[in-house]
């Protein structure tokens, strides 16, 4: 494959808003020792990538100008020096934190998960960040078990319904907190929906539940915390309302201090702050592991991500915007190359549906 000297990519000139966007022309990229070179055929649009945008995300260590792109689904074109697998033409997959706003980028070879070619990689992208988030928060921290009753707090959210969806696959009982625009689609999934507004969430179950999941972090995760039962654990994986609200990061880490003093003097019950990139520091073999179980579900039709729109990098911005405002029924995803082939539909098991989410 011959490549050309230069690629575009969605470069962010100032931390912000999405007027600071633009799309440039740079050198095409070239793989070093142990990477690969890749063609971006699909990256998320989501809403880590705004918290990014702003400069309000506490892992990031780059500053502008740098390029966005949280995950991606790509095609190995090129591979570096001492790499002998993946194989040139392969489809792999990321989590890449930024740098998949682009037509190329490269990649550390030992760290990417091969993707199935009859996947359509739209729907492939989506379960590298909200679905692995979603399955490790169950299977690795709150480590659910059959019949178990969990709380969703969020669950229109793309984490939410992933985690409502694996949870109910899991065989537990769902309850989620979704707002009245929202409540049929949480119910469709399987869950009971809890109003978020006027129903005290340590009075939804007699008990308490056995997991909570938050990712919205409303007071410090406090009521989250409430829920949960004598024996039960707290999953808290994000701050979206402090990051609406423009919350201070000595605010982040007060809320982050309350968790590790409920864990260490709880009693019984546990919580913890979980990170998707900590995590596949400490565990790299898990985010493999689990990606291709997910890409097993969606292969086999147990799940179906539901994408709203498929665009290019100049609609990336409005993307933003779009994500800001809320209520998007579905996950947007970026083609920076155009759309690839059409891929059809997996054949369902007899007497199974689909999950349909909007993630």
Known sequence: ????????????????????FAVVDRPMPR??????????LAASVQFTDVILRKGRYPDLKQKPPLVLGYDLVGEVVELGQGVHSPSLGQRVADLTM??????????????VAVVDPALDVAQATTLVLSWVIAYQLLHRDAQVQKGQKLLVIGAAG?????????????????????????AE?????????????????????????????DGLGEGGFTRAWRAVGPRGHLSAYGFSTAVQHDASFATLGVWLAKLWWWNAFGGA???????????????????????????????????????????????????????ERGGLEGKIVLL??????????????????PVRLMS
């Not at 793989?31 to 971006?40: I, Y």
């Not at 690839?340 to 549906?353: D, I, K, T």
């Open 336 to 353: 920076p190359n155009g759309t690839p082939a059409a891929v059809p539909a997996p054949a369902l098991s007899a007497g199974r549906s």
């Open 158 to 182: 793309a984490v939410g319904q992933a985690l409502v969806s694996l949870g109910r696959l899991a065989g537990c009982v769902v309850w989620g907190t979704a707002h009245a625009p929202h």
């Open 269 to 323: 019950r546990s919580a913890r702050f979980v990170s998707i990139t900590a995590l596949r520091l400490a565990h790299p073999d898990w985010f493999v592991t689990d990606l291709g179980v997910l890409f097993g579900m969606l292969g086999r039709g147990e799940i179906s991500p539901r994408i709203a729109e498929r665009i290019g990098l100049e609609g990336v911005a409005d993307a933003h915007r779009r994500l």
């Open 185 to 213: 689609l949480v119910r469709s999934l399987g869950a009971t929906v809890v109003d978020p507004d006027h129903d005290d969430f340590a009075r939804t179950m007699a008990g308490g539940f056995d997991a909570v999941f």
């Open 98 to 111: 930024v740098g998949s706003y682009a037509q190329y980028r490269t990649l550390v070879a030992e760290r």
């Open 31 to 40: 793989p070093g020792v142990g990477e690969v070179l890749v063609k971006v």
């Open 1 to 20: 494959m011959t490549l050309a000297p230069t690629q575009r990519e969605l470069m962010l000139n100032h931390f912000g808003g999405p007027e600071g």
